[in-house]
């Protein structure tokens, strides 16, 4: 299950099973808007295990500042939202209590799952139908960081490093050496210079693809 499934799953399996409440808004039985969105984050792994649970207004920061990224408006003013995306009503500096709103789009068209009052908990609906309902707010969006698949770069990494090895000159001047030289010594060493020189270059690769590993 990918991270954006995770969080969203962590708001469908609360939803008709919990209240919305401002005043008790950490779990396990209710949850405002904003607290709902940190804990299935959290819980996905799409912001970090430990930290704090905010609000409308720290949303901003706290997503800018583990990667995910604003979602511009296209030409006509649409914004293309996709399953996963964070909203945000409000203007930044003026979203905290019930001047703001957030919740994650639930597909990559106009559905949204959130927790809120108008509901008395976890809800799915259409998005511009109750933005409108609710004023038309200035509207924020953001996208998660991309999920890297790990087994698909260690795969590449490891195929690219043998690539190199077998398509480098290294392959040519062995073959070259044994064809060339009619003393066996002679031909010999050529040979284990092509070896030596080989297992260096392809230590080289296999230590950068172990970089690309840890680096995830």
């Not at 707010?137 to 690539?163: D, F, G, L, S, W």
């Amino acid at each position: 299950m990918s991270k954006i499934d995770q969080a969203i799953a962590w708001m469908e399996q609360r939803k008709g099973k919990v209240t919305y409440s401002m005043n008790y808004r950490t779990g396990p039985h209710s949850y405002d808007c904003s607290s709902a969105v940190y804990f299935a984050l959290r819980d996905a792994g799409l912001l970090p295990q430990n930290i704090a649970i905010g609000n409308t207004e720290t949303l901003f920061h706290d997503l800018e500042s583990n990667g995910w990224t604003q979602v511009r408006p296209d030409a006509s003013g649409n914004y293309p939202a996709r399953r996963g995306d964070v909203f945000i009503w409000g203007r930044r500096g003026y979203t905290s209590g019930a001047a703001g709103h957030t919740g994650i789009f639930y597909d990559d068209h106009d559905t949204i799952i959130h927790c809120n009052a108008g509901h008395n908990g976890i809800s799915i609906n259409p998005h511009d139908t109750i933005w409108v309902y609710n004023g038309s707010p200035a509207i924020t969006i953001y996208r998660p960081p991309a999920e890297v698949n790990e087994e698909e770069v260690i795969y590449r990494a490891a195929k690219n490093a043998m690539n190199a090895i077998f398509n480098e000159p290294f392959v040519r001047q062995g073959d070259l050496a044994k064809a060339r030289y009619g003393n066996a010594t002679v031909g010999l060493r050529g040979v284990i210079h092509w070896f030596d020189n080989s297992m260096l270059y392809l230590q080289q690769r296999l230590d950068d693809a172990e970089k690309a590993v840890r680096a995830l």
